[in-house]
């Protein structure tokens, strides 16, 4: 665990490994937010529309809150990637 925390700040010292992670945090942030969010979305709507027992309909508030907060992060995501 050391050792791989050691290794990861040597990595992280230096500029390119640092602005290219940040680049593909980015993307995945991008794609998630376009892709996953409105997937996740309409799991919550189909979710709200099932029994209240029923485990996804218990599921569908963090549903919608991940779906938003993933929107969110792609729109940020996609600002600071073009400056």
Same mark, same amino acid.
């Given at each position: 665990?050391?050792?791989?925390?050691? =290794? #990861?700040?040597? &990595?992280?010292?230096?500029?390119? +490994? *640092?602005?290219? /992670?940040?680049? !593909?945090?980015?993307?995945?942030?991008?794609?998630?937010?376009?892709?996953a969010?409105?997937?996740?979305? =309409? #799991?919550?709507? &189909?979710?709200?529309?099932?029994? +209240? *027992?029923?485990? /996804?309909?218990? !599921?569908?508030?963090?549903?919608?809150?991940?779906?938003?907060?993933?929107?969110?992060?792609?729109?940020?995501? #996609?600002?600071?990637?073009?400056?």
């Open positions: 665990m050391v050792t791989a925390l050691t =290794l #990861a700040v040597v &990595v992280l010292a230096r500029e390119s +490994p *640092r602005h290219w /992670l940040a680049m !593909a945090l980015t993307n995945v942030c991008i794609v998630g937010g376009v892709v969010a409105p997937v996740v979305s =309409l #799991a919550g709507w &189909v979710g709200m529309a099932l029994p +209240p *027992r029923a485990p /996804l309909h218990a !599921a569908a508030p963090m549903l919608f809150t991940t779906a938003l907060i993933w929107l969110c992060l792609a729109i940020v995501g #996609a600002h600071a990637q073009n400056p």
